[in-house]
């Protein structure tokens, strides 16, 4: 299972703003979820965007990222998850993958 949509959808606009490269990029992303105890796989757009408004900027801060420029690049990703119509990742358990897994006959 990889990144949500959403993630990937932050990471690419927060390329194309910031200058970062894709692995700055992702990193931040990964750490400023992981600093408000979420999970790249399943994070939502409502919690992305309180990451974004919230726990981003300091991070990109941490990148050398104008304070400004790290506000309105805050500003317009959280835009853009309010209006994205992205799905919300699947929230499967462990176990419910495997239960269905042994129920459709897979060896």
Partial sequence: ????????MV????????????????????VALRDAGLDPMTVTSRQMRVVCKKVLGHHLDLQNIDPKDAESICADLSDLLS????????????ESIFYRLDRDGME
């Fill in 1 to 8: 299972m990889g990144d949500s949509p959403i993630f990937e």
């Fill in 11 to 30: 990471v690419m606009r927060l390329m194309q703003q910031s200058g970062l490269s894709d692995q700055h990029c992702r990193q931040t992303v990964r």
């Fill in 83 to 94: 209006s994205s119509d992205l799905p919300a990742p699947s929230q499967q358990s462990p």
